[in-house]
């Protein structure tokens, strides 16, 4: 049972555009995300996180949207560039008991960003 | 500078032999994951630690085991590695103490190859 997903296994954007990477979630009890980028032959790195409590979280060009009542979740990078080229992971911590901080990934989206 | 280090980059081994992958963080993070990267399936977890010798089955438990006698190194053994085991596996360790202190770090993975 995939509890988040990214549809989208590749993205491919020019430079200096918008780049927008969807995920959605099937677990109601979840209530925090982030957004993790990986390069190959390298661990991910944590990008950018939302609570439940908001809608939209900003940071530079990364913006990540959250619409609850359609459990779906979006990363917005503006504008794109080259360096941006990566995989792109959503994650969900379970909650509850000695769960806590247990993430659930999706299967990610490859960007490709060119110039 | 948080570290999570993984002790090999790359590991070729044969179909049935015992392998140990090491991993070790420097934050003093209750919680420790290992998991397994594949194309098209994102990351799955294989095994979650919350504390020392605690550990608890991910979604993917079946052929590993893991060992936490410290709490800054988490080993996953493959007890009698199989082809299918091939796959870039990667350590994480988080926080415990609630959803606002699920963000992960990883190391820089290990490819793994078994022949």
């Known amino acids: 049972d995939q509890q988040v997903k990214q549809n989208s296994p590749s993205l491919s954007v020019q430079e200096g555009r918008i780049s927008i990477l969807n995920c959605d979630y099937t677990?109601?009890?979840?209530?925090?995300f982030l957004w993790y980028k990986k390069y190959p032959a390298e661990g991910p790195t944590f990008l950018i996180s939302?609570?439940?409590?908001?809608d939209k979280n900003e940071d530079g060009r990364f913006t990540v949207f959250l619409n609850k009542s359609a459990k779906h979740l979006s990363l917005h990078i503006v504008p794109s560039q080259p360096g941006d080229s990566a995989v792109y992971f959503c994650?969900?911590?379970?909650?509850?008991?000695?769960?806590?901080?247990?993430?659930?990934f999706g299967q990610g989206t490859i960007l490709t960003v060119h110039p | 500078d948080v570290k999570v280090t993984q002790s090999s980059r790359y590991l070729v081994k044969r179909t049935g032999e015992k392998v140990f992958l090491e991993c070790v963080q420097d934050?003093?993070?209750?919680?420790m994951f290992w998991y397994r990267q594949d194309p098209g399936l994102g990351l799955r977890l294989i095994y979650f630690?919350?504390?020392?010798?605690?550990?608890e089955k991910g979604d993917i438990p079946e052929g590993y085991s893991v060992s936490r006698e410290k709490k800054e190194r988490f080993s996953l053994i493959l007890e009698s590695a199989s082809t299918n085991q091939t796959s870039m596996y990667l350590c994480?360790?988080?926080?415990?103490?609630?959803?606002?202190?699920?963000?992960?770090?990883f190391g820089q993975g290990t490819r793994l190859t078994v022949v």
């Open positions: 994480a360790s988080s926080l415990w103490g609630g959803r606002l202190n699920t963000e992960a770090f």
């Open positions: 994650a969900a911590p379970s909650a509850g008991g000695t769960s806590y901080g247990k993430l659930t």
């Open positions: 630690s919350y504390d020392v010798k605690m550990k």
């Open positions: 677990n109601s009890m979840f209530d925090y």
């Open positions: 934050m003093d993070h209750e919680n």
């Open positions: 939302i609570s439940s409590i908001k």
